[in-house]
């Protein structure tokens, strides 16, 4: 597709469950950016792919999150166990280096009963 | 370490008027400098950048910023307020060099535009 999409668009789970992000950067894109969006919050770092290298994991929150990126392309959020905490938009984003513009993915809400 | 701060939550300006909303950075090594923003039930979208050069950059819709080393500061601006600028505005900042530029935003300012 033309831009960044994220599925599913809106995801309700109730406490305590798994749930998987997916993420389709544009592209040709090698970086690949997670961010969590919560209100009055801004825009918190999750993790981020850069090409080859090993991503920078630095921003996820607990043992309970993790994300891959399959063959340089698609990226999959998991969090584990879910908590009403997590509650939240999760953003991806993708551009085609390091410092190029971010084209951002309209995001999944995250709901957690 | 880098991180941004953009202090409030929330500036309301009246259509026409001068709007300025504050940035600023920290960073140990020289710095990429962004500002983005997300218009109501949209997806963010990068409004201008400054990399090297010119310190005052200019973006889309009338926007411009300028870098300012010793203040550390990238306070966006823009002369005439439209209604149509009313949105959630994002400072960020990234390190100039090496493989680890990741992107660290600040939390953000609502811009409210009143007619």
């Known amino acids: 597709g033309a831009g960044v999409s994220q599925s599913p668009s809106n995801k309700v789970t109730e406490k305590g469950k798994d749930v998987e992000l997916r993420c389709d950067p544009i592209?040709?894109?090698?970086?690949l950016y997670w961010y969590r969006q919560s209100l009055g919050q801004g825009l918190e770092f999750l993790i981020y792919?850069?090409?080859?290298?090993?991503?920078?994991k630095s921003g996820l929150p607990s043992d309970r999150f993790s994300a891959e990126r399959t063959g340089g392309s698609v990226s999959t959020l998991t969090i584990q166990r879910t908590q009403q905490e997590d509650s939240a938009v999760y953003l991806c984003?993708?551009?085609?280096?390091?410092?190029?513009?971010?084209?951002f993915g309209s995001g999944t809400q995250l709901s957690v009963l | 370490a880098q991180s941004v701060t953009q202090l409030g939550s929330h500036v309301s300006v009246s259509e026409g008027a001068l709007v300025l909303l504050r940035c600023n950075y920290s960073?140990?090594?020289?710095?990429?400098l962004f500002w983005y923003v997300q218009y109501p039930n949209q997806g963010l979208q990068l409004l201008l950048k400054y990399t090297t050069g010119a310190t005052l950059v200019k973006g889309i819709n009338g926007f411009e910023a300028e870098f300012k080393k010793s203040e550390t500061s990238f306070h966006l601006t823009k002369p005439s307020a439209h209604m149509s600028d009313a949105a959630e505005y994002f400072c960020?900042?990234?390190?100039?060099?090496?493989?680890?530029?990741?992107?660290?935003f600040g939390k953000g300012i609502t811009l409210s535009v009143r007619p």
């Open positions: 984003a993708s551009s085609g280096g390091a410092n190029e513009k971010l084209f």
């Open positions: 792919f850069q090409g080859n290298s090993a991503p920078d």
């Open positions: 960020a900042v990234s390190r100039r060099a090496g493989a680890n530029s990741k992107l660290t």
């Open positions: 592209s040709g894109h090698t970086a």
């Open positions: 960073s140990s090594v020289p710095p990429y």
